[in-house]
């Protein structure tokens, strides 16, 4: 698997990358001199501790937010220069992501929830298929409110995927799940780099996630202060929280 990856070469780029927020006349600088590269169908696990930047570094490798300096790269395409219009086809086309609360739309039974892209005109596979990845076509007809948080949360991932997105990214993805749960919705997400490579992108303050990355980057105080390779990492199955 290791060889396999080592030639897929980089998909994101950050040079000098940094984020401040304004309040009136008061900055807050959240992220400074981020520099780091994500390989294609590379497994990257962002970790720190609460409010240490985290989610403003995944928001900006998605186009969520915007970068204050730097520059950020995907593939061909320069993020950091793109139009509002460019970002957004960017955002609706290239990247998937996943929250800690699902965000399912309550009203929408499960199978309309995963049809809501190809609803906004965005190429999809078919929603059913979509659920049946995540295991869930027994339940294509019920309301987030009938299913577990589990549940909930393949749902969403079967509609961040079925778009088949270049880029996975995932936010705290397991935070309101049990252990058992949580397993699960991993096995997911790591099914998608280490078999259809595709690149994810999880953030988690879990320490123990470390260990099922190609690749973990490290933030604290608004810095990545260490980024490691891990040549051998484990499955989900062999981690215990
Ligand atoms: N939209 C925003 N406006 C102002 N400050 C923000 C905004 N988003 C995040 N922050 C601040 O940036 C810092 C980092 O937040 P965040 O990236 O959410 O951290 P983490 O995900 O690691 O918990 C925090 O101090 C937070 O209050
Ligand atoms: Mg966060």
């Known amino acids: 698997m290791g060889d ?41 696990v ?7 930047g985290k989610s403003t570094l995944l928001n900006m490798l998605g186009g969520l937010d915007s970068a204050t300096c730097g520059q950020i790269t995907f593939g061909e395409k ?18 998937g992501i996943i929250f800690q609360f699902y965000n399912l739309i309550p009203t929408l039974t499960a199978m309309e929830n995963v049809g809501l892209m190809s609803e906004l005109g965005i190429e999809t596979m078919d929603p059913l298929e979509a659920l049946k990845l995540v295991g869930l076509e027994e339940r294509k007809n019920n309301f987030p409110s009938q299913m577990s948080g589990g549940q909930q949360q393949r749902v969403a991932i079967a509609r961040a995927i079925a778009k088949k997105p270049r880029l996975l990214l995932c936010d705290e993805p397991t935070g309101a799940l049990d252990t058992e749960t949580g397993k699960e919705v991993l096995k997911l997400l790591c099914a ?18 470390a260990d099922i990355a190609d690749k973990v980057i490290y933030v604290k105080n608004g810095t990545v202060n260490k980024i ?14």
């Open 4 to 44: 396999f990856k080592d030639h897929m070469g980089v998909l994101i780029t950050l040079k000098n990358v940094g984020k401040t927020y304004y309040s009136g006349s008061v900055a807050n600088e959240v992220l400074k001199d981020v520099n780091l590269t994500i390989d294609e169908g590379e497994m990257v």
């Open 78 to 95: 320069t993020v950091t220069d793109l139009t509002d219009r460019q970002l957004s086809a960017f955002r609706a086309i290239d990247v």
């Open 192 to 209: 998608q780099s280490r078999e259809d490579n595709r690149t994810v992108v999880m953030v988690t303050h879990n320490a123990l996630f």
């Open 46 to 52: 962002i970790l720190g501790p609460s409010g240490s």
């Open 228 to 241: 490691v390779k891990n040549d051998n990492p484990k499955s989900a199955d062999e981690i215990v929280w």
